[in-house]
């Protein structure tokens, strides 16, 4: 850190932690006080994106590797959690029959198996978590010692959604099909649409979303986050040095991989739904498209992405029913035109031609040697 | 790495300035003394646009018409429309919005059953009335729903009694992969197993699929009495296409739809789907001197080379019901309107329909139809009676099974 930060004075190095602390007083005092219930409901779904954002800002961003299925993760937790919250919407009307109403119909007589976990609201958690890390440790650790990187690896990750999204669908007595998993009104005997209820949700994503960003600035700034962004400017290299690229990118994307599966917990709940149409391949591309904007190679700016595409996908919607696909579509053509580098890029030119008029020194964003090269 | 604050900074800035716009969305009130708002939720964008569009101008039609007529208990219907984006989420934010926000006396909407799934919580827990107009797959029955479209016992139980009648005794199933075919197929094939019927195949492909040579030369090869096809929108146009081009003709297996209205006929070819049979509550065909006046305005409205259907024909039918029941009730009150539910009758374009309380459904007679070489469809089978809507299925020993 102190290697690229030029003659850190105290003002300085306090900016950082003063912003964060200012950011999160404002997250977690103000805005429940100023928007309605409602409001906030939407700004604690668009945080669990942010929350993706970070995932896919580490991994492609620093690591290189376009995740373009962060949606798998994303949805294996969110269907974790559902899972847990429709046992215990079952387990407390007391008219329902034992089982889902969608598997009782599908004729299923007693709970598959692989649902019998999830009763226990801490297997969910840790299996939102667990299971999208596993698995991506697995897919990345087959992938990239076998050196597949690039555009292929893109497009497995895009074969990886699809066939989730199937998978999904085609097991309707298993998954609750095209319908996804939805009606679950409590959580630990709490009612989850109580507006106290909603704002704990809200707070309990913006400590995630923190905790996420943190974790991860620190990961960035360790030796690790530098090994990291030399696998993605020259993977060869660094493997010559006597490194292991297969572990580090590894690690990094089961890392990305473990924050979508918390943001999908955590969505579940407040948005009350999940469903295939929400985590198969438009979703996963969308989520990359937000650190596009937000830029990948900030995580501020990557969870500003997601923040600023949801509000805006939002607002556009409400005022023009009709036509706001066009604006949002403009929107991503004029950010990718003007600012390749993401609205964080563009903050820090701006910031670099305010502060220096002749800049003399090299953009200190780590952007990649060639960025052509980077998919 | 420098710590970014000038960076983190610029991004609160423009988060915080596009929240706080998003969140000055005037909040309207739901009713005056010379206005009543009401929801209009319907997909404007994505892949469920073509359908939805047609069913949001029949509802914004009924509503042109009950307000040029007075409105309802003396106020002005004004409707605030939403575009559900073909995204449960979207529906279900959109929704709490109208609710919320807009404090809607009542909402119009939906289409597939997943919007229906993601909005049921919503209006469920905000105690508001969502208006559900195109036929669906039973197994439902939300105090905060009215179905205005058919259940299966109103649509696919007397599809099959018609195919039965007509000793067509192999039935092969076609539909996409999501809840609505699946649910059907499953209630076909319990049906077919109480009645000696045989189910030679059952095929699902995605949503959107084109690809259908493999289906419909296995349809050629094996000569099944009639297919029961419960594809979803541009899929009908490859397989009726790619059936013909097979040569299979509707002489000899008749492919009966229940997701083809006069609406998709148009997009499929007429040529292609001439002599094949549809099941419905409603065609634009349908003769009597309501429907005569709704194809009128709505042709007249829209542009004559629009055609009516029966999810546009349910959602028009929704406006008058509700008025109907408002006036009923003479309250705007979402409990005091579902109290005056029950009975509530209107001559509508299908004939008379009357609600029933108990299920929130509409009582309504099935209809068999068979395309014509105008790519409208002419009705050649009616159930005897109307069709008192069974959602679970209870009333059939056959279906046992299905409803546990």
Redesign the interface.
């Known amino acids: 850190?102190t290697t690229?930060?030029p003659t850190p004075t105290l003002l300085h190095?306090l900016?950082?932690?003063?912003?964060?602390a200012a950011?999160l007083a404002?997250a977690l005092l103000l805005?429940p006080q100023?928007?309605?219930?409602?409001?906030l409901?939407?700004?604690a779904?668009y945080l669990c994106y942010a929350i993706v954002a970070l995932g896919i800002a580490l991994a492609w961003g620093r690591g290189g590797m376009l995740t373009l299925g962060q949606g798998v993760y994303f949805g294996l937790g969110a269907y974790a959690m559902a899972m847990h919250l429709t046992l215990q919407a079952t387990a407390a009307d007391p008219l329902a029959?034992d089982?889902p109403?969608f598997m009782?119909?599908?004729?299923l007589t007693q709970l598959p198996w692989f649902w019998r976990p999830f009763t226990s609201p801490a297997v969910a958690v840790l299996a939102a978590i667990l299971i999208p890390g596993t698995l991506a440790a697995l897919l990345g650790w087959s992938v990239f010692r076998r050196r597949v990187r690039g555009a292929y690896f893109a497009i497995l990750n895009q074969a990886l959604a699809a066939a989730f999204v199937?998978l999904l669908?085609?097991q309707?007595h298993l998954t609750g099909?095209?319908?996804?998993l939805?009606?679950?009104?409590v959580f630990a005997g709490q009612s989850l649409?109580t507006p106290t209820a909603q704002t704990t949700l809200y707070t309990l994503t913006v400590l995630t979303l923190t905790a996420t960003y943190l974790l991860f600035r620190h990961i960035?700034?360790s030796r690790y986050?530098k090994l990291l962004i030399a696998v993605r400017d020259a993977e060869d290299r660094v493997r010559y040095l006597g490194h292991n690229p297969t572990w580090i990118k590894t690690l990094a994307y089961t890392l990305a991989a473990m924050a979508a599966g918390a943001a999908g917990a955590l969505f579940v709940p407040i948005?009350?739904?999940i469903?295939p149409?929400?985590i198969g391949v438009i979703p996963s591309i969308m989520m990359v498209l937000a650190v596009a904007i937000?830029?990948r190679h900030?995580l501020?700016?990557a969870?500003?992405g997601a923040?600023?595409m949801n509000?805006?996908q939002?607002?556009f919607?409400?005022t023009f029913?009709?036509g706001?696909?066009y604006l949002q579509g403009a929107l991503f053509v004029l950010v990718i035109a003007l600012a390749p580098q993401g609205?964080?890029g563009l903050?820090?030119t701006?910031?670099n031609r305010l502060t220096r008029p002749t800049p003399t020194e090299p953009d200190?964003?780590?952007a990649p040697a060639a960025e052509r090269s980077t998919p | 790495?420098?710590?970014?604050?000038?960076?983190?900074?610029?991004?609160?800035t423009?988060?915080?300035g596009?929240?706080l716009?998003?969140?000055s969305?005037n909040d309207t009130q739901g009713i005056t003394d010379d206005t009543v708002t009401v929801g209009m939720i319907h997909s404007?964008?994505g892949t469920m646009a073509i359908s939805e569009v047609t069913v949001r101008d029949a509802v914004q039609l009924a509503i042109d018409e009950i307000n040029a007529d007075g409105g309802v208990l003396g106020r002005t219907i004004t409707p605030v429309?939403?575009?559900g984006?073909s995204?449960?989420?979207?529906f279900?934010?959109?929704a709490?919005?109208l609710l919320?926000?807009d404090n809607a006396a009542t909402v119009f909407g939906g289409w597939t059953?997943?919007s229906r799934?993601?909005m049921?919580?919503?209006f469920?827990?905000n105690n508001g009335l969502l208006w559900y107009p195109v036929q669906y797959e039973g197994?439902e029955a939300s105090p905060n729903i009215v179905y205005t479209g058919a259940t299966t016992n109103q649509q696919i139980i007397p599809a099959l009694d018609y195919l039965r009648e007509q000793g067509h005794t192999s039935l092969y199933l076609v539909g996409s992969?999501?809840?609505f075919p699946?649910?059907a197929n499953?209630i076909i094939t319990a049906y077919a197993d109480a009645h000696d019927m045989d189910i030679t195949a059952e095929e699902?492909t995605?949503l959107g699929h084109t690809e259908y040579s493999t289906i419909t030369n296995d349809i050629a090869r094996t000569e099944p009495d009639a297919v029961f096809n419960t594809l979803n929108g541009d899929s009908n146009v490859s397989f009726f296409q790619q059936l013909r081009s097979a040569g299979v003709t509707a002489d000899d297996t008749p492919v009966l739809s229940v997701s083809v209205a006069e609406e998709e006929v148009e997009g499929i070819g007429t040529d292609n789907i001439t002599g094949h049979l549809t099941a419905w509550n409603y065609y634009q065909t349908t003769d009597n001197d309501t429907n005569g006046v709704f194809v009128d305005a709505f042709t007249e409205r829209y542009g004559t080379d629009r055609v009516t259907s029966d999810p546009m024909q349910s959602a028009y039918n929704s406006v008058y019901l509700w008025k109907a029941a408002v006036e009923a009730a003479d309250s705007f009150d979402v409990d005091d309107v579902r109290a005056a539910l029950d009975g509530i009758t209107i001559d509508a374009p299908e004939g008379t329909i009357t609600l029933d309380g108990d299920t929130q459904h509409v009582i309504k007679t099935a209809r068999i139809g068979q395309v014509n070489d105008e790519g409208l469809i002419d009705e050649i089978w009616t159930s005897p009676e109307p069709i008192v809507p069974d959602p679970y299925l209870q009333g059939y020993d056959w279906a046992a099974?299905?409803?546990?």
């Open positions: 850190m690229t930060e190095r900016r950082g932690p003063a912003t964060l950011l404002a805005l100023l928007l309605e219930p409602f409001r409901n939407l700004l779904q029959p089982l109403p009782v119909w599908s004729g199937i669908i085609g309707q099909g095209s319908n996804g939805t009606n679950f009104p649409y960035t700034h986050g948005m009350g739904i469903s149409t929400l937000g830029g900030s501020a700016g969870a500003a923040i600023i509000t805006a939002t607002t919607a409400e029913a009709g706001w696909t609205l964080a903050a820090t701006l910031k200190p964003a780590p | 790495m420098a710590p970014t604050p000038t960076r983190t900074l610029t991004a609160l423009l988060t915080l596009l929240t716009t998003a969140c969305g404007l964008s429309i939403e575009d984006a995204n449960e989420t979207t279900a934010e959109r709490e919005k919320q926000s059953s997943a799934k993601a049921l919580p919503v469920e827990r197994l992969d999501y809840v699946r649910t499953q699902y995605p099974d299905l409803n546990g």
